[in-house]
């Protein structure tokens, strides 16, 4: 390994296939390229996975990502959207052009796992010293896509068609809370412009399967996403005066309890909706505030049930507020729609998935509330976005976006056979 601007690279060794590893479609010679690809990549997430970084702050991976692609030889593209970085591998002859995307960012968590290449970083994020980690698996799914790249390039004498690995900054969120970030982003700076994809595959982690599993939806298979922060505004006074105070924590306690109620008592009972209060911040010393600020997430499916939470959700508030004789402001913001799978291209993919890894591991499944931005770009073109187990048979794992979330490094090897076929097969077809 060598050291470059803080983080150690690996010291990236080209993958040499023989003939026919390079021109033969069958399981073995799959198999064998993913072998090798696999301990590479493995090394890569390891690197990644200690060296963690929050949204539009993916300096050392965007750095990591495009020396990895250009040791196998492949067009690299850095510096889009801040940090997102793009390989482009043509095929000898023309043909239709694939996606594939991996989004790289960490999580502000303090990591609880026994891993030994256990994140220690820390960071400064909205003005609190945090942990920062790998709680979502991004870094598997920059591995995978890594080792995706490593078994395709060899190959690329008899591949006809194209591969475009995009590497995505910011899913999570941009740490400086700017709004144009990840995939919006990328799009708006040209990622699909040249050349413009037929289709795109995504996958991401997910700890409900063990390794060797993967699920998938057809249609909408992740919720829209919108994020909103609500500051209750009052009047400062002593404690031992409260009644010369117009106490924003009270309001604040209030209208927390109130806007379960939009879920409960607003919104039709079969419509999919969660809202969730993330966060709480107010008050300092022994003095009740002038203000509390409270902040969350709404999931939805459909644009007017995302729209009637908004609306009930300002009502809620002004009427807290105007009660306690204090006001309030509300922003309000859709991040993305929903994630849809396009059904034709999930009919088209599925047998490849099931002859690749076995009809028994590959599960239909009910859409998750969790969001992802891979949306933005399934708007473009018809896209296929799936979930890889990561779960080592017989140990647990914490959920996605918890200290101890526990994703096996032997997930890497499954997502790499699985879109490396799925790229292989639809190129074919």
Not at 384 to 401: E, Q
Request: glycine residues 8%.
């Amino acid at each position: 390994m060598v050291r470059t601007r803080g983080l150690w690279l690996l010291a990236f060794v080209p993958i040499v296939a023989n003939a026919s590893a390079q021109s033969t479609s069958n399981s073995n010679a799959l198999d064998n390229a993913v072998a090798r690809a696999s301990v590479t990549s493995i090394q890569a997430r390891h690197q990644i996975h200690q060296n963690p970084e929050l949204g539009n702050r993916e300096f050392k991976t965007a750095e990591l990502v495009a020396a990895y692609l250009r040791s196998v030889g492949l067009e690299v593209r850095t510096g889009i959207a801040h940090t997102g970085v793009v390989g482009i591998l043509r095929g000898k002859r023309p043909g239709r052009v694939v996606a594939v995307r991996a989004d790289m960012d960490a999580l502000p968590i303090t990591e609880d796992t026994p891993f030994p290449f256990k994140s220690t970083v820390q960071t400064t994020y909205q003005g609190q010293t945090v942990g920062v980690s790998h709680a979502c698996g991004h870094d598997i799914h920059v591995a995978v896509m890594l080792g995706v790249a490593a078994v395709l390039a060899p190959m690329r004498d008899s591949l006809t068609g194209t591969v475009v690995f995009i590497f995505q900054p910011a899913e999570e969120g941009a740490a400086d809370r700017n709004p144009e970030k990840g995939a919006a982003l990328m799009l708006k700076e040209g990622v699909f412009s040249d050349p413009h994809p037929d289709v795109i595959f995504g996958l991401h982690s997910l700890p409900d399967y063990d390794v060797g599993k993967i699920a998938y939806t057809s249609g909408p298979t992740n919720a829209a996403t919108s994020i909103f922060s609500a500051t209750l505004t009052g009047k400062s006074a002593h404690p031992a005066w409260p009644n010369l105070s117009v106490d924003p924590i009270v309001m604040a306690a209030q209208a927390i309890l109130a806007l379960q109620t939009i879920r409960a008592r607003n919104l039709p009972p079969l419509e999919p909706a969660v809202i969730s209060l993330t966060q709480v911040h107010g008050g300092a010393g022994r003095t009740i505030p002038d203000e509390v600020r409270v902040e969350g997430t709404v999931r939805t499916f459909n644009d007017k049930i995302d729209g009637d939470v908004e609306r009930r959700m300002r009502e809620i508030l002004d009427g807290v507020a105007r009660a306690a004789g204090g006001s309030y402001r509300l922003d309000y913001r859709r991040l993305h729609g929903v994630n849809v799978s396009n059904p034709a291209l999930v009919d088209r993919m599925v047998p490849t998935l099931q002859r690749t890894l076995g009809k028994e591991n590959v599960m239909l499944v009910p859409p998750v509330m969790a969001g992802d931005d891979f949306s933005e770009f399934a708007k473009e073109t018809p896209g296929m976005f799936f979930f890889l187990g990561i779960v080592k048979p017989g140990t647990t794992s914490g959920g996605a976006h918890t200290a101890n979330f526990l994703a096996d490094d032997s997930a890497i090897p499954v997502g790499i056979r699985a879109i490396s076929a799925m790229v292989l097969d639809y190129l074919r077809q």
